[in-house]
Each structure stands twice: as C-alpha cells, then as structure tokens.
C-alpha cells in the first residue's frame, strides 16, 4: 500500500484553467504538506497542515488554495494557472518533528 | 530564502568508489536530515541528524555536522549504480520544526 499518494501523476493544461491535486496519506500522521520543485530541483514549502489547521503558508499566491478535509486528507487547488506555475507539486507528511514521507510527485505543465 | 545549499552540484563515480557530498547552512537548527530523490521521483528520508550529534551511521552512510561552521557531510561507501538519485540536504531551524528548508541538491551518478 502506497503511504501517500497523489493524483494525478501528470496534468497538462492551459493559462488561465483551474486545476486541483488530491493527497492522502495512511501513515496515521497528523501533519501533511505542499512542496513545489521547479525545473531546477529548488524544492521549497508551500503550505503545511497540522490535524486539519493552516500553520505554514509560505507567501504563495492566493491563487493556490489547500484544503484538508480531514487529516489524512490534504488537497491542492490552483486557480488562473500561469505558466510559472509549471513544475512538479509533492505532497508530503510527517509526525510532529520526524522525517517527511513523499507522495511522487504531480507534474504540472501549463501551456 | 533556500536554507541549506549543497556542494558539488554534480558528482560522477565509478561502482565501488565512496561519494562525499556537503551541505551548508545559515541559520541555527534543530536537525539536520539528508533525502535520495530519484529520477522522476518523490524523495526519500535517509537520515537525520540531530544539532546536538555530530556524526550518524546507516548502513553505507555516514552522516557529520558542524554546528559551528553550519555544515554537514554525507558520504555513500561502496557506491553502487543503484546510488544514481540527487541528494538534498533539510534544516528544521528553532521551533518551526515543520518548516523544512531544502538545498537545490547535489546530482551523483555512479557508473558501472
């Protein structure tokens, strides 16, 4: 059983389209995250979610907007889709403190 | 800001030789951990490492940190081609443990 999964592995859409990427995670963790790996591997944070509550929003357009409806949920969704917006988005979980447990990724390409 | 940022970029070896890739920081942490991300895939943990350790073992890694020059070290012994992956170091800085800052990663091909 895949610890997290996400889907879909790859999504090709145009500029301006809205577009959403699901995770789950059956790890029991209560901590889950957005991460965003641009096409030179910088992998950096977007959003972290601990038991269902906002606690790291790190200065992404409000373009994108996460939603976890339970803990072993978190959702991304991502609306008027710019080019810069291509890159590849991992979910992620972990205990508080431990080591993060990776989805593989979704592969986002806006045209 | 990236946190962490690794050196070198890139690494080739041959199977059997020992890859030693470094990472650097700029801000005190609480830990330090260490992922093998592989080609068109999710990363992975392999160790972590503790502001108040200095050196950590797993299997064929070896894990060092210098809290007071901000920097760590992974080696890989014996490499084999099944070590091709990039490797990113991770900082949990203070009490924002759940912020974990990436470097941009070293690549490393180990060759036949």
């Known amino acids: 059983d895949t610890a997290v999964s996400q889907t879909p592995k790859y999504l090709v859409t145009q500029m301006g389209n809205d577009k959403s990427i699901k995770c789950e995670q059956n790890?029991?963790?209560?901590?889950m995250y957005w991460y965003k790996q641009d096409s030179k591997k910088f992998l950096k944070i977007m959003f972290s979610?601990?038991?269902?509550?906002?606690?790291i929003n790190e200065t992404v357009p409000n373009r994108f907007s996460p939603k976890s409806p339970d803990k072993a949920h978190l959702n991304l969704h991502i609306n008027s889709l710019e080019l810069g917006d291509s890159a590849v988005y991992f979910c992620?979980?972990?205990?508080?403190?431990?080591?993060?447990?990776f989805g593989e990724g979704s592969r986002l390409t806006v045209l | 800001s990236q946190q962490g940022e690794e050196d070198p970029q890139a690494l080739s070896i041959q199977e059997g030789e020992n890859a030693t890739m470094n990472c650097s920081y700029k801000?005190?942490?609480?830990?330090l951990q260490w992922y093998r991300q592989n080609s068109g895939r999710g990363l992975v943990h392999l160790i972590l490492?503790?502001?108040?350790?200095r050196e950590k073992h797993s299997g064929r890694l070896r894990v060092t940190l210098d809290t007071s020059k901000k920097s760590s070290s992974l080696l890989i012994t014996a490499s084999r081609a099944a070590d091709t992956a990039s490797y990113f170091c991770?900082?949990?800085?203070?009490?924002?443990?759940?912020?974990?800052?990436f470097g941009a990663g070293t690549q490393v091909v180990v060759t036949p």
């Open positions: 992620a979980s972990s205990r508080p403190g431990g080591e993060l447990f």
């Open positions: 790890l029991g963790h209560d901590t």
């Open positions: 979610y601990n038991n269902k509550e906002l606690i």
């Open positions: 801000t005190s942490i609480n830990n």
């Open positions: 490492i503790r502001s108040n350790e």
């Open positions: 991770a900082t949990a800085a203070g009490d924002s443990w759940g912020k974990l800052q």
